[in-house]
């Protein structure tokens, strides 16, 4: 797996406007990926601060790239759970969205997520995910 195999998945296998949040791959290795989500005003809300539904947009593409980094390319999947909690306000800077994949087996994959200031390094939100391999 390569940062542009992962990069080229987001068009391929994403709607346009999960595409439209500017995803990029920051980093990978073989248990996790990191994806940049810059700052942008159309996804704040008052006062600047990341709005909870791009953080979660992009957690949950960001562990489909988990994903496919893990089992080498892509298998259809769906989101069965995402438990996310939101530990603080995320503004006036990008977001880094890093999956990893716990454990995946036949026909379930378990992933944690952290999405931490570009630029600060805290932690803005966590989650747990689980998605169905079909």
């Given amino acids: 797996m390569d940062q542009q195999t992962l990069q080229q998945a987001l068009p391929e296998y994403f709607a346009p406007w999960v595409q439209a949040l500017g995803l990029r791959?920051?980093?990978?290795?073989?248990?996790?990926?990191?994806?940049?989500?810059?700052?942008?005003?159309?996804?704040?809300?008052?006062?600047?601060?990341?709005?909870?539904?791009?953080?979660?947009?992009a957690a949950d593409t960001a562990m489909v790239l988990a994903l496919i980094n893990h089992f080498g390319g892509?298998?259809?999947?769906?989101?069965?759970?995402?438990?996310?909690?939101?530990?603080?306000?995320?503004?006036?800077?990008?977001?880094?969205?890093?999956?990893?994949?716990?454990?995946?087996?036949?026909?379930l994959a378990f992933g944690e997520i952290d999405i931490r200031g570009a630029e600060d390094g805290k932690s803005a939100c966590r989650a747990t995910t689980t998605y169905a391999l079909l």
């Fill in 25 to 57: 791959v920051e980093a990978f290795d073989a248990g996790s990926v990191t994806l940049r989500l810059p700052q942008d005003g159309q996804l704040s809300r008052v006062g600047g601060m990341l709005c909870g539904q791009a953080m979660m947009a």
């Fill in 74 to 107: 892509f298998k259809p999947c769906t989101t069965v759970q995402m438990n996310t909690s939101f530990l603080k306000p995320l503004s006036g800077q990008d977001a880094l969205v890093e999956a990893k994949v716990v454990r995946a087996g036949k026909s």
